[in-house]
């Protein structure tokens, strides 16, 4: 296993953490993170698999409680903008989807306004935008899901373009207040 | 009676687990997953979980202080260390825990 590239799972497993901390002062939040990174890290080095290095780490919403405990915080984290800006992505990425099926079904079966109709009936398929431009263009139908999409999956420092990309192309289907929430992930 | 036997080891390593970590830190310097190793080896902790928050709130307190090792080959480590700070807690510690553990043991003794 290549020692450099961080496993999914870990990155995973500290985004979690992260997300679990976020009312903590942002030194310790930073602090915590680096030392499980480099424990997991090192562990990884010694010959140890991602699952036994997690494994003994312990599931992360308990290890998130132990911060907590420690370190004098409530018990459960106050319900923040991250996981309002999840459940608006979730939505994002719904209806990116349903949009992109709506357009491309209308792409598939109505006409160009710019081609004069012909009389044959062979000719129908022709008509059509996809007929006429080919099935790549029913493609352009998705990409607000893809850019909602992206913006789940990206690296935490990618995602800001992404995430301004994203409140352009999709304002008509949500609030200002949701594409600010969702700048909230890195701000 | 192994459930018992677990809760109970699990309830008193629980009160003696940081300073356990100050007794490691005072023969030497060490780095997280060293420390993660000598604790469980020595059957002190089940979980590396548990460690890495206490280390947070010890740091908080000023028991141990950290710094960064960059190995001109290697990966940066954060080695943690006892601060004078910890050092008393240290003595405190083993005085109370003489005092327990005699107690305990005397007790003990007794009844069997």
């Given at each position: 296993?290549?020692?450099?590239r961080t496993?999914?799972?870990?990155t995973r497993?500290?985004?979690?953490?992260?997300?679990s901390?976020?009312?903590?002062?942002?030194s310790?939040?930073h602090?915590?993170?680096?030392?499980?990174?480099?424990?997991a890290d090192?562990?990884?080095?010694?010959?140890?698999?991602?699952?036994?290095?997690?494994?003994?780490?312990?599931?992360?919403?308990?290890h998130?409680?132990?911060?907590r405990?420690e370190?004098g915080?409530?018990?459960e984290?106050?319900?923040?903008?991250?996981?309002?800006?999840t459940i608006?992505h979730g939505?994002?990425v719904i209806?990116?989807i349903?949009?992109?099926?709506?357009?491309?079904?209308?792409?598939l079966?109505s006409?160009?306004p710019?081609?004069?109709?012909?009389?044959?009936?062979?000719?129908?398929?022709?008509?059509?935008?996809v007929?006429l431009h080919?099935?790549?263009?029913?493609?352009?139908?998705?990409?607000?899901?893809?850019l909602?999409v992206l913006s789940?999956?990206l690296?935490?420092?990618?995602?800001?373009?992404v995430?301004?990309?994203?409140?352009?192309?999709?304002?008509?289907?949500?609030?200002?207040r949701?594409?600010?929430s969702m700048?909230r992930?890195?701000? | 009676?192994?459930?018992a036997r677990?809760?109970?080891?699990?309830?008193?390593?629980?009160?003696?687990?940081?300073y356990?970590?100050?007794?490691l830190?005072?023969q030497?310097?060490?780095y997280?997953?060293?420390?993660a190793?000598?604790?469980?080896v020595?059957?002190l902790?089940?979980?590396e979980?548990?460690?890495y928050?206490?280390l947070?709130?010890?740091r908080?307190?000023?028991a141990?202080?950290?710094?960064?090792?960059?190995?001109?080959?290697?990966r940066a480590r954060?080695?943690?260390?006892?601060?004078?700070?910890?050092?008393?807690?240290?003595e405190?510690?083993?005085?109370?825990?003489g005092?327990?553990a005699?107690?305990?043991d005397?007790l003990?003794k007794?009844?069997a």
């Amino acid at each position: 296993m290549n020692a450099n590239r961080t496993p999914q799972q870990l990155t995973r497993y500290l985004q979690t953490l992260e997300a679990s901390l976020a009312d903590a002062p942002t030194s310790a939040r930073h602090e915590i993170l680096a030392d499980v990174q480099a424990h997991a890290d090192d562990a990884l080095e010694q010959g140890r698999t991602i699952d036994k290095v997690l494994a003994a780490l312990g599931p992360v919403q308990e290890h998130a409680a132990q911060y907590r405990s420690e370190l004098g915080l409530p018990a459960e984290p106050p319900i923040d903008s991250r996981r309002a800006s999840t459940i608006l992505h979730g939505a994002a990425v719904i209806l990116g989807i349903l949009t992109g099926c709506f357009v491309a079904f209308l792409m598939l079966f109505s006409g160009s306004p710019f081609e004069p109709p012909r009389s044959h009936v062979n000719d129908l398929m022709m008509k059509t935008l996809v007929g006429l431009h080919g099935l790549g263009l029913a493609l352009f139908a998705f990409i607000p899901a893809l850019l909602a999409v992206l913006s789940l999956v990206l690296p935490q420092k990618a995602r800001m373009p992404v995430a301004v990309a994203n409140a352009g192309s999709s304002r008509q289907s949500r609030s200002p207040r949701s594409a600010c929430s969702m700048c909230r992930l890195r701000c | 009676m192994e459930p018992a036997r677990e809760r109970i080891a699990t309830n008193i390593r629980k009160g003696v687990l940081e300073y356990c970590v100050l007794s490691l830190l005072s023969q030497r310097e060490m780095y997280g997953l060293e420390l993660a190793n000598s604790l469980v080896v020595r059957g002190l902790t089940a979980s590396e979980g548990s460690l890495y928050p206490l280390l947070a709130r010890m740091r908080e307190a000023g028991a141990v202080e950290t710094r960064w090792e960059s190995p001109e080959n290697g990966r940066a480590r954060r080695y943690y260390a006892i601060t004078s700070n910890g050092t008393a807690l240290l003595e405190v510690f083993a005085e109370v825990w003489g005092d327990i553990a005699a107690q305990v043991d005397e007790l003990l003794k007794e009844q069997a």
